[in-house]
């Protein structure tokens, strides 16, 4: 069994039976390359360095990466090969923390290693687990595209940040996966993609993926969309998330709160699309949310040249929380979550996410 392939003309992420296929996304859009990692220490870098990224996507290549190790895990008993086998989790846990679905996919893998009785069984749970986490995801973004997709209304003009399609979910998409199903659907919608800095996944990443499935999309830098949004040249706003806690507030790429206190104060709606597996019960709001901090040189530096004073210190907080009052709705498969609350997440999802 295999997952991979959207019906997009490219491969995100695929398992081919004994190596793990990925596009890097780091050389998009100039050229499309695809890595075959075999050792999950690859598959761990390829995650630090963001030639895979998408909380989704993160969750479904540290399942395979997982699982890659097990294979080559010398043990002379099941004891053995699980103490191996916890500094794999260990070495995948630490490579992004922000993003929930990384820590929601090695937490079942974790308890599939624990219900096998040999070491054979063991590495087969583990495959079959990461193939039936993609599969879920995969499920879980044609959800989220056919129920958001209702959302907009005839002729809107959407504003998204950073990159939630394909590339980042493993699947359809979360935010772009709307965007993409109510553009199949034949609804009249155009986007507006932010160029999200520092690293530019919106101006790489998004507009690219948009273009391969013929959605009008223009480009704009960061600082242009509150003008866009006073103008009324914005209609609603979607964006994905890569962690949500209990109350419903949500971590997502740097730059999103402020588009949704623009989007509060000009009276457009914000939507955040996400799967269940981004949900975190365990904290209750989103002031508990690990936010990842990244290099300065993603700062001072663009393509590798220096764009700031030598030395010059630099913040680089990847992710930022919006608080749930400002968001209008989040759409998950299950369902859309209408002003998120903690009673209103829990109403649809139950004490757990899945």
């Not at 995948?92 to 070491?119: Q, Y």
């Not at 359809?172 to 709307?178: P, R």
């Amino acid at each position: 069994m295999e997952y991979g392939g959207i019906g997009l003309g490219y491969d995100p992420i695929r398992w081919c039976g004994e190596s793990l296929r990925l596009i890097d996304q780091t050389r998009l859009p100039r050229k499309e390359v695809y890595l075959e990692l075999r050792d999950y220490r690859a598959v761990a870098r390829a995650i630090e360095t963001l030639k895979i990224r998408g909380a989704p996507a993160i969750g479904i290549a540290g399942a395979y990466a997982v699982a890659l190790a097990a294979r080559k895990i010398k043990a002379r008993s099941t004891a053995e090969f699980r103490r191996k086998l916890s500094r794999v989790f260990d070495r995948i846990a630490g490579t992004r923390p922000t993003a929930r679905n990384l820590f929601f996919a090695l937490e079942r893998l974790k308890k599939a290693a624990v219900s096998g009785k040999d070491i054979t069984t063991i590495r087969q749970a583990l495959l079959e687990e990461a193939l039936k986490i993609h599969g879920e995801e995969m499920e879980a973004s044609r959800r989220i595209g056919e129920l958001g997709s209702a959302l907009f209304p005839q002729g809107a003009v959407i504003l998204t940040h950073c990159n939630t399609g394909p590339l980042a979910t493993g699947g359809y998409g979360t935010a772009l996966g709307v965007i993409i199903t109510a553009h199949r659907k034949g609804r009249d919608i155009r986007v507006i993609a932010t160029e999200t800095r520092p690293l530019l996944q919106g101006a790489r990443l998004t507009t690219w993926e948009l273009m391969k499935a013929g959605v009008p999309v223009s480009l704009v830098t960061d600082s242009m969309a509150g003008y866009l949004m006073k103008q009324g040249k914005i209609k609603c706003v979607i964006v994905g998330a890569d962690r949500i806690a209990a109350n419903g507030d949500t971590a997502n790429k740097i730059g999103t709160y402020p588009l949704a206190v623009l989007a509060r104060e000009n009276r457009i709606p914000f939507y955040v699309a996400a799967p269940t597996s981004t949900f975190d019960f365990s904290l209750k709001s989103g002031d508990e949310i690990p936010i990842e901090e990244r290099s300065p040189l993603e700062v001072t530096t663009l393509a590798g040249k220096p764009i700031a004073p030598p030395d010059i210190p630099a913040l680089n907080p990847a992710f930022d929380i919006t608080p749930h009052r400002y968001i209008s709705a989040i759409i998950t498969e299950r369902g859309i979550i209408t002003g998120p609350s903690a009673r209103s997440v829990r109403s649809l999802l139950g004490k757990n996410p899945r």
